[in-house]
C-alpha cells in the first residue's frame, strides 16, 4: 500500500486522465442520444443548481465547467483511493494487472455512485444517458485511469 502523499501526487495524474476520457465519453455519448456534447457533463452540475442543469443542452460556464470541476474532482478521488491501495501493485510489464485493477475501481465508484449514495449526489448524468452508454462512461475512467497509471510508470527502473 502506497503512502498517501505518493497516492495523493500519483492520483492527480491518473485522476486528470480518467477524467479527460471519460469526458470525452460524455461528450460522445450525450451527443449520440441527446443531440448535445454538453448534456451530461451539465447534468453533474445538479449537486449546487438543482435539475435544471440536467435540462441545459448548451455549453454554459455556469453548468459545464461547475459539472466538469465536479466530475474532475471525483475522478480525482477514485485514483487516489486507486492509486493508494493498488499503486505498489502495478507493474508497468504486465498491463492487465493495471487494466483489471482500473476496471475494479471503476466498478466501485459506480456501485458507490448509484447504490451508496442519495439521489441527490449521484453523477446527474444518469439523468440524460442510457445505462448502455453509463457503462461506456464507466469503461472509459477505468481505460482513463489506466492509461494514468501506465504513463506514470514507464520510466520507472524495473523492480
Not at 449520440?32 to 442543469?53: K, M, Q, R
Not at 455549453?59 to 491501495?85: C, D, M, N, P, R
Amino acid at each position: 500500500m502506497a503512502d498517501w502523499t505518493t497516492s495523493l501526487e500519483r492520483g492527480l495524474v491518473s485522476g486528470a486522465a480518467s477524467s479527460l476520457v471519460s469526458t470525452a465519453a460524455l461528450a460522445l455519448v450525450g451527443r449520440g442520444e441527446t443531440g448535445s456534447a454538453y448534456a451530461p457533463t451539465n447534468a453533474v452540475s445538479h449537486w449546487i443548481w438543482g435539475d435544471e442543469a440536467a435540462e441545459h443542452d448548451g455549453f454554459s460556464l455556469k453548468y459545464t465547467i461547475t459539472g466538469y470541476v465536479i466530475h474532475h474532482l471525483s475522478a480525482t478521488f477514485w485514483s487516489v483511493l486507486f492509486e493508494h491501495l493498488a499503486g505498489e501493485k502495478l507493474d508497468r510489464k504486465d498491463l492487465r494487472v493495471t487494466l483489471a485493477t482500473s476496471a475494479a475501481t471503476s466498478a466501485l465508484a459506480c456501485f458507490a455512485d448509484y447504490k451508496l449514495t442519495p439521489q441527490r449526489l449521484q453523477p446527474g448524468y444518469e439523468k440524460r444517458l442510457s445505462k448502455k452508454s453509463l457503462a461506456g462512461v464507466y469503461a472509459a475512467f477505468a481505460v482513463g485511469m489506466a492509461i494514468g497509471a501506465i504513463v506514470l510508470r514507464r520510466n520507472r527502473p524495473p523492480v
